[in-house]
């Protein structure tokens, strides 16, 4: 636990969640203003939560920003705070139940008074979520910041984040935890499961259902690695016998994911995210609109048409993202042209400089494919920001859709051109090796290597800054340059890219693994690195990011799921062209290709049925869940009875 | 309104509602026990409701059975009930609310003590709900019937009617109502929509949908009947133009069953029935087992093991079905070879015989499958009885998909042999034509002419003899008369077999009417006239079944959409297959079948998406219910604010 606020920036010494960094040419009017309304009392509209300022560092400059404030809050409120939110907690029967203040010595885990009942990502979580419902009750405008409009019930925090008065808002870390998890997670050396319940008490669910998935995804590889390995061994790379590893792939696919959809709803069970309701979604801080009155909500908020919001998905965003893939394949066309073109050069007369012009195609494509995908997700941010969204989750699932699709193509268009329109599986395997090679090497240096080291660099200015003046150990630093270490530290985006990554990476073990079979290897032996950096990363490299209830992996199961279905399209197709098959049919090829489309519509249909006849569910969750609601309803009927017979007592 | 109970038959008059049949054999200590405990109040574990015996009719004969039994209740009684099953009912600011006896006064229409706020169809469903909730305390069987064996907590009515003691519980018509209703359906000759909101009021909301259902569908289908009509008569008729048809057909089938979910969530939610939620389900009546404790209830009730009824269903009733559609495919292939054989006799020397010889295979084949469908319909049900399944909606679901499947095959199986593997599409549209005109004449003339004629004379039969004595008009028949002739009426079976015909009609369509155009004429006539037999049938015909709350129209939405999908496969087929198109791939068959597929697998994925994008439910239903969601959720929070500031009041 992370000590108190020591006394000489306090008078009241509380244990600090969340760090609120303002302007540093905010108002003071204002500054006062916001901490009166965070600490108000919850009946006069307030968050009624601690709040204060962090003293200067030791190392303290005028560069420095001096308008961080930490926020925490008494247990009582916390307590509240649990049932406000709907915190599902194990209940002494077993049971996951919504946690009330009513009964809460029910709960499993709740001694004295309750003061490690809540974890402190849940307590950061809760904190965050009454700033955010901190709203504004007759003022006009931000006191010292006119520009900052408000109006009554408009969430304050989110106008001080629209218009740049809020900087930031994040969690601190706890030194001593992070210790542990980091040295039970990744640096331990014995091979074990990763610690995945420890990681959502630190994290919260939804980082870590992503790294329950990276750890499900991985086993679930190894069947299809353990049986690539011997094909690749003992010389079966003659294209020929891929039929039964297709097969299996198809198979395989399909029962993975289902099965998985019942891993994630155990796990989101025994975390009490599974049934827990969502509250009413507030709209984004960036989305603007003509003031009007919510229908649902009857709240005054800004309102934006839902069919102009269409009209610019379907008649600008849309054109766009197509015009970018029609782009994207008229790349790849003269990519494919110029590496003729080299080919052709190098074998008229091979010299070493037509070797070396073998390679340069390659190498251009690669480049103007990343700078593709880079000038792709601005723009994608850009549409999706410009289409208005209301909800945050909306915003995301629409940026999701299009950074995906484009992706997608780009990373495996080339490949199905080579596989069905070239037809050359030698040339599928050669450049399905170096895409999953490269991209491994390259995901792992950028993603947690270079900011880690980043980071290393910026956090020895500060500490040499410090031990100027105090000899002190890392682990020891005082509290507020902690805060600042922490402020400066690089903000984890969310999980996107991360599944975004493995979404690929399933792309090439399901579409194409059938003619590379060391591809389910090499996705196996990058799971695991990439499990490590990570977990690294996390630990080291961001800053702690707030704890996301999540029941499930959202959009992202579709998209997988989506993707095995274009599995078994191209696998079908895969079988279909193999000589092995075409054996079977010498003189027809319209037979051939018949029976491979009948096939395939076999075994989708055969799919669907499986993801109908597979439950989403485990039997004995939906026990426990069907047993809390039948209890609940009986709890209603008992009560309706008892009030009944009260009144006819009364009456007589 | 039914007349009151004379006094002659009971000293307190109430509206009889509900009647129960017990076998005449019954002993009078097991009646006596039963009344008791429908009367007992409900802190004692009875029902609380009025019950009466019905007196011999005034034709009354040694033949009758004299345990009929009126059942109805205070309206207090029925009030608490209709909280009890979670009635939704309309609230005074429109939106739809769960009924609460609390707040009676702010629902619409509830004037003075609410004596005509519930429908007779609603006060006929509450008491069926109190009377199946009727539970068993400390007997061990029924008083006088040891055979029939009790334990705490079973449902008394539901082992009554598996002993076979209780005969039959029906709801009782009312005949004003019913003249009014009937009128305005089918009596009235001007055009217009049926009185969905009439027919929900008299037979609940399951029916209501279904009528719903079958008005949307016909509308639906009058685009494609006014295509097809000049397809027809100008000469079309060339197999060659069909191409436009076929495109229109699968667009139209995916559109029309997107917008009939929205159009059915709509009627559900004025109907209060959308976000109704469901009761726990008990085990339905013919469920058996070993007795022990229900893991969700904790009560005493049999329990059968789910594994063992899996393997029922994947070991036995699945390879039996798939033996019963190889049969069926067997016998239409000696269809096949049979008519084959007719038409080369009759080709080498025509005579009449050999030309009535040409009709006999058809005849065959027609009375064969006839035949067969009827004995696998009593398979399926034998077989799904003996899968023993736990919920009345488990056992539905299994033996609807069971009949589905092999009667789809059945009717398809030779169109689909007739048009892909003979290629002969004036063939397919000779056999097209003859289906659905015959199965058209044959199911009006069936389903509701000939039960009505039957019924007629048992009425007639009874009238004779009442009119022996007095001299009244039908429809001042005394009460009992009235209830013993209901109690003779046959019993409505539910909409299974209704939804059915509709699922084979549209199979035509969406299939096959790009190669025989007037098929959507066909099928709207038959539609058209569907409406009136259906509607005649319910009023005439059928004892009045008990309302059910319905929502959608359940497992007929997910058969109707597979049945969409396989037309996009199979139109996709016929275009490939047309001449016009063939003409584009003049050299090369394999060209033509790929583009084929690619365009196929286009559409489907197209098909999907659109699913995704239209929503389901529509936008102003979509923000009542979230208006509803988020006041629960403020109420909720108020009150906890409210207790938690008097618990502080308290302490102070």
Tied chains: 1, 2.
């Excluded at 061994?233 to 993975?256: G, H, M, P, Q, R």
């Excluded at 150990?473 to 991360?498: H, I, K, N």
């Excluded at 977990?535 to 990011?545: D, E, I, L, Q, Y």
Aim: aromatic share 14%.
């Amino acid at each position: 636990m992370v000590p108190a606020v020591s006394a000489d920036c306090s008078s009241t010494s509380f244990t600090p969640l969340v760090v609120l960094e303002l302007a540093s040419d905010t108002k003071q009017e204002a500054i006062a203003w916001l901490l009166s309304r965070i600490r108000d009392p919850q009946q006069n509209g307030g968050a009624e939560l601690l709040v204060e300022q962090l003293g200067l560092g030791d190392g303290g400059s005028e560069k420095e920003n001096p308008n961080l404030f930490l926020v925490g809050a008494k247990w009582q409120r916390l307590l509240s705070g649990a049932e406000e939110v709907g915190l599902f907690k194990e209940f002494s029967d077993g049971s996951m139940r919504g946690f009330t203040c009513a009964n809460k010595h029910n709960f499993k885990h709740f001694e004295g008074d309750g003061d490690s009942f809540l974890s402190m990502a849940e307590c950061q979580y809760i904190i965050k979520h009454e700033l955010d419902t901190l709203r504004a009750k007759d003022e006009t405008h931000v006191p010292g910041h006119p520009q900052a409009k408000l109006y009554p019930g408009k969430s304050i925090i989110r106008r001080l984040q629209s218009k740049g008065i809020l900087i930031q808002v994040f969690p601190l870390h706890e030194k001593e935890e992070l210790k542990r998890l980091s040295y039970s997670w990744y640096q331990k050396v014995k091979l074990s499961f990763q610690p995945l319940d420890d990681i959502r008490h630190y994290y919260g669910e939804g980082q870590a259902l992503y790294f329950g998935f990276l750890e499900y995804f991985t086993f679930a590889l190894v069947p299809m690695a353990l049986i690539g390995v011997p094909y690749y061994l003992f010389d079966w790379e003659n294209y020929d016998k891929y039929v039964v590893f297709a097969v299996f792939n198809l198979v395989w696919c399909t029962v993975i994911l289902e099965l998985w959809k019942r891993f994630s709803t155990s796990l989101a069970y025994s975390w009490g995210t599974l049934s827990r309701k969502k509250a009413f979604e507030e709209p984004r801080p960036g989305f603007h609109g003509v003031l009007g009155f919510n229908p649902v909500t009857g709240r005054e908020e800004p309102l934006d048409s839902n069919t102009k919001r269409q009209l610019r998905v379907y008649l600008v965003s849309l054109p766009f993202v197509l015009l970018c893939l029609y782009l994207s394949l008229y790349v790849m066309m003269i990519y494919f042209l110029m590496e003729g073109w080299a080919l052709s050069v190098h074998d008229e007369e091979p010299t070493f400089w037509t070797g070396v012009l073998l390679f340069i195609p390659s190498i251009i494509y690669a480049v103007v494919i990343e700078i593709m995908n880079l000038v792709y997700r601005y723009a994608a941010e850009f549409l999706t920001e410009w289409e208005n969204h209301r909800l945050e989750s909306s915003y995301q699932n629409q940026l999701v859709l299009k950074v995906l699709v484009f992706n997608f193509f780009n990373c495996f268009a080339s490949l199905f051109y080579i596989a069905f329109a070239m037809q050359d599986m030698a040339l599928l395997r050669q450049s399905l090796a170096t895409l999953l090679i490269t991209s491994q090497i390259l995901n792992q240096f950028m993603e947690a290597f270079l900011p880690y080291w980043l980071q290393r660099r910026r956090n020895k200015k500060r500490m040499r800054k410090v031990q100027k003046r105090k000899a002190v150990a890392e682990a020891e630093l005082p509290l507020a340059e902690q805060v600042r270490l922490e402020a400066d530290m690089s903000t984890y985006l969310g999980t996107f890219d991360d599944y975004l990554e493995l979404f690929l990476l399933f792309g090439y073990v399901s579409l194409f693994s059938c003619v590379y079979p060391l591809a389910a290897v090499l996705v196996v032996l990058n799971n695991i690195t990439e499990v490590y950096s990570d977990a690294f990363k996390m630990c080291c490299v961001f800053k702690r990011p707030f704890s996301e209830p999540a029941a499930n992996i959202g959009v992202w199961q579709l998209a997988f799921e989506a993707m095995s279905v274009i599995a078994v399209v191209t696998n079908c197709s895969l079988i279909g062209m193999s000589p092995q098959v075409k054996a079977y049919f010498p003189e027809s090829e319209t037979q051939l290709i018949l029976w491979t489309v009948a096939i395939e519509h076999g075994l989708l249909a055969f799919k669907f049925i499986l993801s109908f006849i597979i439950p989403d569910v485990p039997k004995h969750i939906q026990i426990k869940l069907s047993r809390l609601e039948f209890e609940s309803l009986e709890a209603l009927k008992k009560k309706k009875m008892l009030e009944a017979s009260e009144l006819t007592k009364g009456i007589q």
